[in-house]
């Protein structure tokens, strides 16, 4: 498995990581990592392997895109000192401009998104074990759809970073069109964004299957 | 155009309509009609037409089926005494099949929706100068997509009634098609369903161009 | 039409147009307009001609007179580089005069309301593509009101800095005037002032007359 | 002076009693009589004539016509065995004529509101030492205006019901046109109807010249 | 009578004045003044002296001692340049010697509190047209009571200032005691501090009489 | 001791005994027994003597007079069938006659209080092995004030049941007495009736001693 | 594994299973499972088995010991027609003689819980496909305890009755003993008794190793 | 008895003492002292030894551990110069390192408890009459329990610096020891920390024992 005893894992990202998770940093008691599959992946990892004492931490805040991210990274993430850094941020970066397409500086294109992204990646691999990069997603399993199109753009990013850096890729788009072959996307979601409870177990079990857990 | 002085003009539906409506009955001062594209329709007759004197009655409840119209059509509805009974109902009947697909009891099916959507409007057309047919809507722009296909079929089903009966009939999905030739559902609506103030001025728009409205 | 593809439109003014906008910056997602004649405008703007992608923001604040804008002209209006300026201010400038007559500080004199307007509008000219000017109101038929006579003076004032800098003046007590021929005042605003959701649809159909919108 | 010691006064009317007077009867501790001109009344009784040790009841309603009073006069007054009634309504009866044009229902006409309160007097006088009738006004000094018109309509019919029966009659009316000499109305109301605390202490004032108080 | 048209007419004191006036300046729209006697005495002229066009401020705040005026004496009574300054002040100095016994720095001994009162009329009456000072009370008919005897002696101070700078004494504790001849204390206040609308209206009462209005 | 193991022991009364207890029976987890005096009995016995595992139960009600007692007496306290019953009622049946002197029907005149107390003791001796009697108070040292006169003719009313039934009985007002030969009653309460922590462990200590209690 | 396409598998329980779970149904939309090991079992289903069709429906009441089933088992279990029916009862038939010592009627004796445990299991045999049964636990690893040592008895009954009728068992007390090998219990709840997610995790995957469910 | 007339007895410690005490000192009217042991002894001694005129002071503050009081000593303890110093502080240091595991910074090791402590005594006494001490305690009867295995080495500790300054040392976790041999601890409080109102009336009782207080 990917972890070892003791290990320190924290998450960033948006309102998918976020789901009330405790200020200023997201970790202890109260349900302090929220009730996003952040919460799910430390509560399998703590009855099933509660020797390994690993400790997690939510860093997500809603709305973030990833030059949100850039702000904040030395403070919520470098100066927490994790041995893991998991990443899932993007959605926020294409919705703005379909939601708000008036809003030209809402949303955060493709380049700069890439750019901003691998940055954060540079300035992270000195100090940790290692990443987990997760792609960004959109519930919509119609692949022309325009706003689809352009989150796969950013998902393939993703993926491309983590191949060129040798990090561990949880790719959700997949995991959701792989599960909406069963079933509408209404059923997870109906904004095709926030996953209900069901969605959040989905997605720990893609990340739990990415770094070893064993059941 | 369709109405006369001092007609009263009832509105009943589902959340679409609803939208913080007065209660027991959707009328009167403070906003008495809530904030749907009901509120919009009297605004616009109340400024542009203030001499007509029409009185406009919401009586939208959120998560309604047409079988629970049918619960309250005496008291809702015939007591009330309109004029002109406006009816959209049919996206609950469609959506709880999507979106809770294990509760088999919480979707209403095809025929129930015809047969029951049929017989309020042969108990009402006794009583009133006329019915105004809205249909229901996904705005889903693929046709292919499962829940706008069986949504489809409710729709045709409203068509076929109004036409059976020579009612006016305001094609909303069609609405809804038009529009996303230049924008994405969810400038609209997150969930593709609860219209924001743009989206309920452009359901207003068209039942006032179906009712003979001049600007 | 007076607006031009991706044109950004700013509203400034009092309670009128605030309405419950978001804080610091009105507009985006979840009603940022509030529910004022700004957001009635917007909605019909973004549903009939949704391909110009028209950015509206509402910036009016409740209670402000004409001092206020000045002092915050700079971050609130010219800061945030609007195409068009659309004012509606002076209400309060007068009101208080009448429903406080004993706090001589709290109205603005007719004179510097004029110079602080003009001055408004001379910063803001070479900035943007045009302003449109609407004249202050009370929903006073009887025009020996002694409060309705001295808003006459505002209102004209307006009238006249309209017609030196060859702006478009919407003359909303003269709409005011017009519709109380057909109904009672007290049907729009019960304190003559705050219009309910007819009185803003009202104040948008004669913007959207003044700027060439086509229904 | 009108009252003897021990006297029991009720005053019943609508909101402008009311003003969260105690339910279910507004008496006693904790502002029981609310805020309405009613308190100010008691509370000079109270320290100018502690040894009469009169009682003071505020029934009143916000909203109610005189029909309402009607349906509860029974439990809501007699049964509460005053030595005198004073009596405030017609206020709601007019105005939503004026406000709630196309709610025909909502608004009592001339000859029902007559009928109605001679009808109460009527009932009332056998059971008690005397009633004081109260004029309904409205705060605008403009007769012609269309309210006004009508309301001082209900006011005399009040005032021939009070010479009819020997009654003191407070002519409210003539008291504002007489204040508003030397104020504008939205002074002491902004709609015209609920005076602010000036307001009610002049009313209080009129209320207490009548019924030979003495300062 | 005291004052003349147009004079500001300020109120400085603690919880007795302040009944939740508005912060930071205790004037204007919607019920600026508070609920105390402050209110009682604008209304009383604000409708019977309409023309006077006086201007009433209520800077009162809960739990005040001398000392706490003394130190917001620039801000809250010179800046706002009254023409007359109301003061009531005295009741927290002695009470918390007797509520909070064990709490030596709580309350503030006779010669401070003399003194620092006195300094306070010598920096203000440079400055203004007068002041009106009036006695700290005790609502305790027994001039044997520690508590009762003790505020006797500050009244005497108070009493003694008011001769010295010859200036308008209301003698409070004199009028509870003659009020207190005809009931008992509990009917004005439960604590024998905090008067009822029964006692502010008593309080303003006295106040009136003392500079000449006449009802 | 008065009481033995397993008794279940009951307190019935006012506001004194109420402080917030659980509803409809003061008993229980989470401070079922309120705040008062009882549950600071209820805490000595538990820590003191956690073997005889006494049950206490709390059913005062605030503002209750003795005939209020009377009328839930069956539901309240029979029917709950305790072994010990520990009145303390009088003060609203005396202190109405003083806040409230308008309202003749809101005290308990002396012989109808000593008469229905008489009559719940002698349907309650019976059916339990003893009662306790606390006598009713007012917090004023000044025997000579009117409310203090007459709540002593209550108190020895009941001084007098408990000595013609030969029960217990706890002389509170002799206990306050006594405690103000220390201090101003203010120091217990501002209103002289609802005591502080203080006054409530002052109450516990004196039914403590009267029971036997060894500390 | 134990469940089949389309099974309605219905929780019934205390506050382990109830943590704000829909009234009156716990299904459905918006978290209707609520958030404990219910939600949990039920997520797991819905994304790896999500053609099975399974619905959870979660019947929880906090405080509920094994008498309040019983009286409600009709409405709240046969009435729904589960196929599966989950019990966890006793925590609090147990605890309650614990923490509320003296009131002996709070808790259930042994057994009274056994023989109505046998009966609830009786009266439903007939009407579904099985039952699970769970222990009841108390998060004490120390076995001389007093209410570890009777909760075990309680466990005891429960694991003989579900010997007795062949149904699965759950044994969660040696699912905690097993967990606090490697923790102390206030890691999971620091009442020994309300898990955090942690726990209910840990409960669900029991649970699902039970019912066959493959990861 | 250990204290003298006029002195100033200060409790600091963590939640046990604070239970909602004021802020930012806690002290005075309206239950400034909270609702915890320290308010017991505070009103133990008010009323039987109202003539020593002692004042109580409670700076307990939730979550608080020995290094928490470190950074907080100087403001909120000796610059409040008290007589007396109660200490009860060690609870949360132990507790962290078993609810929270894989925080290793969240607990306070042995070495580091006893010398932060030591340090304040050291800092302390030149200043004071005195100090007493109070064990850190664990509700837990087992002592092979971990947490109470750890828990008594720091109450160890405190006795040790108690008997090293010669300073009263109240042994809160004997004390629970003996009440435990006769309830079960979740009789006192269900998280075995957090008292209810008998735990502490039963801490005021050891504590009045050591400090010489008679009943």
Chains 1, 2, 3, 4, 5, 6, 7, 8 share one sequence.
């Not at 992204?117 to 100090?127: G, K, Q, S």
């Not at 706003?147 to 993703?158: F, I, T």
């Not at 926030?194 to 064993?214: C, D, M, S």
């Amino acid at each position: 498995m990917l972890f070892q005893d003791h290990d320190r894992i924290l998450f960033i990202g948006d309102s998918i990581s976020d789901y009330d998770r405790k200020r200023p940093v997201g970790e202890g008691l109260f349900e302090g990592l929220g009730t996003s599959y952040v919460s799910d992946i430390a509560c399998h990892f703590g009855c099933t392997y509660p020797d390994m004492m690993l400790h997690f931490i939510n860093m997500g805040i809603s709305g973030n895109q990833v030059c949100d991210l850039d702000k904040r990274w030395q403070t919520d993430v470098l100066d927490l000192k994790p041995d893991w850094v998991s990443v899932l941020i993007g959605i926020n970066d294409v919705w703005r401009r379909f939601d708000s397409p008036t809003m030209a500086n809402e949303y955060v294109p493709l380049e700069e998104y890439r750019q901003t992204y691998e940055n954060l990646i540079v300035r992270t691999l000195p100090h940790v074990k290692g990443m987990i990069l997760m792609s960004p997603y959109f519930m919509e399993p119609n692949r022309q759809d325009a706003m689809r199109a352009e989150m796969d753009k950013y998902g393939l990013a993703v993926r491309e970073l983590a191949e060129k850096y040798s990090l561990p890729f949880v790719d959700l788009q997949a995991g959701w069109d792989e599960l909406f072959r069963h079933m509408h996307p209404c059923n997870i979601a109906w904004d095709r964004i926030h996953p209900n409870r069901v969605g959040h177990t989905y997605i720990a079990k893609q990340f739990l299957k990415a770094v070893g857990y064993e059941w």
